[in-house]
């Protein structure tokens, strides 16, 4: 997925304004500082997702029949080989993880 600067900096101020709503957290930190990074790694993500996309779709494409993108074969098959990959790349959150604070 593809999002202009504008739109990555808004979600950054978003993370931000709740990071900050949060009593638990504290910012070691200038707010800039943390926004940019914050902005930084929506970018990645982005940048990830793109790749991975890109390889499921490849997958479908090298199935021995053709699948119509917007069937629901094409969509189940979508969703399991973007799943894969997710897990080969370590960006699942284990069921049942619960994250704590240190306080």
């Known amino acids: 997925m593809r999002l202009s600067n504008q739109k990555v900096n808004h979600l950054a101020n978003l993370v931000m304004s709740y990071l900050r709503s949060e009593p638990e957290v504290e910012f070691f930190a200038e707010d800039s500082d943390i926004r940019l990074e914050v902005a930084r790694v929506i970018q990645e993500e982005l940048k990830d ?55």
Not at 74 to 82: A, C, E, F, Q, S
Not at 85 to 95: F, H, L, T
Request: proline residues 5%.
């Open 49 to 103: 997702d793109e790749v991975i996309d890109q390889a499921v779709r490849y997958k479908i494409e090298s199935q021995a029949r053709d699948i119509p993108e917007g069937s629901e074969e094409w969509d189940i098959l979508y969703r399991r080989y973007y799943d894969e990959q997710m897990g080969k790349r370590m960006k699942v959150i284990p069921a049942g993880f619960v994250p704590t604070v240190d306080r």
